[in-house]
């Protein structure tokens, strides 16, 4: 047990674990950490060479002996060891102990940690999320379902009777639920999210131009020119050119895209994603879908971003559709809200067989 005193000194750690990014938060400190969810490897040796956005540098140009892997897929770990060093890695990068050189105190006590996770994992991938914070240096670990992590941090009345609506998309999973009195009444856990919408560019790609790009230039195409909804007939049509690979001649190619091209390749992946909206409208209960119809969805992730998507959601729910501040960090800012309110955090973080 830690002593009164030595508890103000812990640095307690929220963590949105994504698919394509992390964010750390520190109390008291905010965001201190944004990092891409990737890490460098000797093949070999296995030997951790680079982690975040040293080691997304390298992705598809490492030579034989290195390889640069992304440890989690669909917003779960597919490489433990992996994670587990990513993650004490950050851990010790917050958790620093200046003073103790200078003032020769004990060390600093391990920190709490709250780590946002998508609703429809299993109970061994939540173990395996537990058990790799523990074992990175983290003295408790608590699991909050990403969904309503968002909600909080997008500073929700979800302990309310009423009904809120959050659509969280990340790059592995769409994470959809409505929440009241503090728990999730409905919720659907999709694995169509940010690395889809790439992938289906690449597809496009190669179907329509006989081209072949990777996956860092169809995120760029993504970023700088993707939509989800017609532009406004006023702003000028967005256009990008795409580098790659000739699959006819293999030699490099370049390619004028414009934002409708682009819309085109996506519109499948977002009809899945707003057909998943649609079956949690289907399924929540007639009072609280008054809530919703007079309160909207709220959309929170990298995937809010995609110009025009809170649109085209409005327009095929035929609801009020709102992007929450800074969506990007909105599971992390929860995280961290859980840690200064262990009421809060008693009723949100996930049990279930759980330590």
């Not at 540098?57 to 002996?65: D, E, K, W």
């Not at 503090?182 to 856990?189: A, F, Q």
């Not at 969805?297 to 971003?305: R, S």
Request: a negative charge; aromatic letters at 4%; proline letters at 5%.
């Amino acid at each position: 047990m830690l002593g009164p005193f030595w508890k103000y000194f812990a640095h307690d750690v929220g963590i949105d674990l994504g698919t394509v990014n992390t964010l750390v938060l520190v109390k008291g400190k905010g965001i201190v950490i944004r990092e891409p969810t990737v890490v460098a490897l000797h093949r070999k040796t296995r030997q951790v060479l680079a982690i975040g956005g040293e080691a997304k540098r390298m992705l598809g140009r490492t030579p034989q002996a290195i390889e640069a892997v992304r440890p989690l897929k669909d917003g779960v770990i597919s490489d433990f060891e992996t994670t587990e060093a990513m993650l004490r890695y950050f851990i010790q990068k917050v958790h620093k102990n200046p003073e103790e050189k200078l003032f020769s105190l004990p060390k600093i006590p391990k920190p709490r940690v709250a780590v946002g996770i998508p609703s429809g994992v299993t109970e061994v991938e939540r173990r395996a999320v537990q058990d790799a914070c523990l074992s990175a240096g983290a003295r408790e670990a608590y699991l909050i379902e990403e969904p309503m992590a968002a909600a909080i941090g997008a500073k929700l009345p979800i302990e309310q009777p009423e009904g809120v609506m959050v659509c969280d998309i990340g790059g592995g999973t769409c994470e959809i639920a409505v929440i009241s009195l503090g728990g999730m009444v409905v919720n659907k856990s999709l694995r169509v999210a940010g690395d889809e919408l790439d992938e289906a560019i690449i597809n496009y790609m190669r179907m329509r131009y006989g081209m072949l790009i990777g996956e860092r230039s169809a995120e760029e195409v993504k970023i700088e020119i993707g939509s989800a909804y017609p532009l406004d007939k006023k702003e000028k049509e967005l256009v990008t050119v795409v580098r790659g690979r000739d699959m006819s001649t293999g030699l490099p190619k370049s390619i004028k895209v414009n934002a409708s091209d682009i819309r085109e390749a996506l519109a499948p992946v977002i009809s899945e994603i707003i057909g998943a909206i649609q079956e949690v409208l289907e399924e929540v209960p007639p009072e609280l879908l008054t809530d919703i119809v007079e309160r909207g969805i709220y959309l929170a992730g990298g995937g809010a971003l995609l110009r025009g998507l809170d649109k085209k959601i409005a327009e095929e729910t035929k609801l009020p559709v709102y992007i929450s501040d800074d969506p990007l960090t909105t599971v992390v800012r929860g995280c961290g809200e859980v840690l200064e309110n262990l009421d809060l955090l008693s009723k949100v973080k996930v049990t279930g067989g759980l330590r």
